[in-house]
Structures are given as structure tokens and as C-alpha cells.
């Protein structure tokens, strides 16, 4: 029991200033970029690290995460597409050409004039 709590407390020393790094070194990579690319392009002002740092947070919340990817159960596209395919491969052909139809009818005329119900 001691030898475990004590990987875990040296596991929280070792994330903790790699997770500070990791924070400082992606708003410097913010505020470059901005910095380089924005004032140019779109007029904008420059930013400091701090609202680099800020803009990276106000991202994070509004955007999710940054992913991961692969992980099972974190990707919800993916997990809903399984779940999709396993509910199709149940469906008998009837069942199949009746969602066709529904999915023709809701989506199937993007681009194109629909018929009015």
C-alpha cells in the first residue's frame, strides 16, 4: 500500500512541471503564430503571452479538449458510428429501404430544389 501511494505522489511530481512546460511552451507557439500570421492578414492586433495563454483557455473551453485521438470511448463520432452500423446490420431489408427513404427525405436534397409537402 505505501510503495503504491508513493508512485502515485511521484507520478503528480513528474506531470505537474511537465504539464506546466507543456502550457508555457503551447502559448508561446499561440502568441508566435498570432503574431506572425494575424497582424498581416487581418488587421488584428498583437497579442502578449498572457492573452495567448488566455486565448488558449478560452478555446479549450469552447472547443473541447485537445484529442487525443484513438482512445476508446473519448472519440462520441465514433462511438455513435459503431453503434449506427451495428443498428444497420440488424435492420431487415425492409427496415433498410424505409430508412433510406426517411434519410432521402430529411437530408437527400441538399443542393437541389426539394419537393414541398
Not at 23 to 45: C, K, Q, R
Not at 74 to 97: P, V
Request: glycine share 10%.
Amino acid at each position: 500500500m505505501i510503495n503504491r501511494n508513493f508512485n502515485r505522489r511521484k507520478k503528480f511530481i513528474f506531470f505537474l512541471p511537465v504539464a506546466v512546460l507543456i502550457a508555457a511552451v503551447l502559448g508561446y507557439v499561440v502568441m508566435f503564430l498570432w503574431n506572425w500570421i494575424l497582424p498581416e492578414v487581418a488587421h488584428a492586433g498583437k497579442l502578449n503571452y498572457w492573452q495567448a495563454l488566455g486565448l488558449l483557455v478560452l478555446c479549450r473551453l469552447l472547443f473541447g479538449n485537445f484529442n487525443k485521438g484513438g482512445h476508446g470511448g473519448h472519440n462520441g463520432f465514433r462511438e455513435r458510428a459503431r453503434s449506427m452500423r451495428a443498428k444497420w446490420e440488424t435492420m431487415n431489408d425492409e427496415e433498410r429501404a424505409k430508412f433510406k427513404e426517411e434519410y432521402k427525405r430529411r437530408c437527400g436534397g441538399w443542393g437541389h430544389h426539394r419537393n414541398k409537402e
